[in-house]
């Protein structure tokens, strides 16, 4: 993910966190460097483009802090130009031959370089995780502004999704043909997963001692069934009657 200036410094004005990796048109410039240089060094390259400095360093890891501007949202036809300090993160990848640039808000105390590198990589990872969570167990579907069943709502999805994960395990060590393995991917396993939940769940209350029958599907049918706007007006209510 590469994020635009204006939106890092919307996320850390609102509490958030981000790692992203930095555009090719910015070239922010180097405040001061933290870890990676001596500090003779790391004072020559303060007030320098990071550009200039990533050439000199040999490749050496560095943890700075950098200085982005940014044009704030246009507010009554004015805009307000700005500017924020960041982490700047500059990994050596031995694969590319190059280095990989990260800015982020996150502090170093809490994940190092290295981590952050590993956490951009995983970022495929986490994107098909929420695409999981929305598509398969409506986590984008929240018709509701309360914010305790907002809560409800997100916790289930994440209980689902370890559920789900669980069982995928379960299902990836079982298989007799280890070579099947990669063809187990996770967004196909969630649609399958989804689909049979009605089946586990039966299986899970058969171990509990419950019986699902036709009376207690009819019973979920009829008390999940009720709209709670009970005054609101249907189009098509004299077709039921």
């Known amino acids: 993910m590469v994020l635009q200036n204006s939106n890092v410094a919307r996320v850390e004005e609102n509490g958030g966190y981000f790692v992203s990796r930095i555009r090719k048109n910015i070239d922010p410039i180097l405040v001061s460097i933290e870890e990676g240089l001596s500090k003779t060094k790391s004072k020559e390259f303060a007030g320098k483009p990071v550009s200039e400095c990533i050439k000199q360093l040999s490749g050496k890891d560095i943890d700075a802090v950098v200085k982005i501007e940014f044009k704030r949202r246009e507010y009554k036809g004015k805009q307000k130009q700005d500017e924020i300090n960041v ?45 999981e ?13 309360n914010v305790q069943v907002i809560e409800a709502l997100i916790w289930t999805a994440i209980l689902t999704l370890i559920v789900s994960r669980r069982i995928y395990s379960l299902v990836r060590k079982s298989t007799t043909h280890p070579e099947k393995m990669a063809r187990y991917t996770q967004l196909r396993w969630s649609t399958i997963f989804a689909e049979n939940a009605s ?15 036709f009376e207690t599907i009819m019973s979920v049918y009829e008390s999940q069934a009720l709209d709670p706007h009970v005054n609101r007006e249907r189009f098509r209510d004299e077709w039921f009657e």
């Open 87 to 131: 982490r700047l993160v500059a990994v050596y990848n031995d694969e590319d031959e190059k280095y990989h640039i990260y800015i982020t808000n996150i502090q170093k105390d809490i994940l190092n370089a290295k981590d952050i590198a590993n956490l951009y990589e995983a970022r495929w990872d986490i994107e098909l995780l929420f695409k």
């Open 133 to 145: 969570l929305k598509s398969k167990y409506s986590l984008d579907v929240l018709e509701t502004k």
């Open 199 to 213: 089946d586990l769940l039966t299986v899970i209350l058969h171990r509990c001692g419950i019986q699902r029958t």
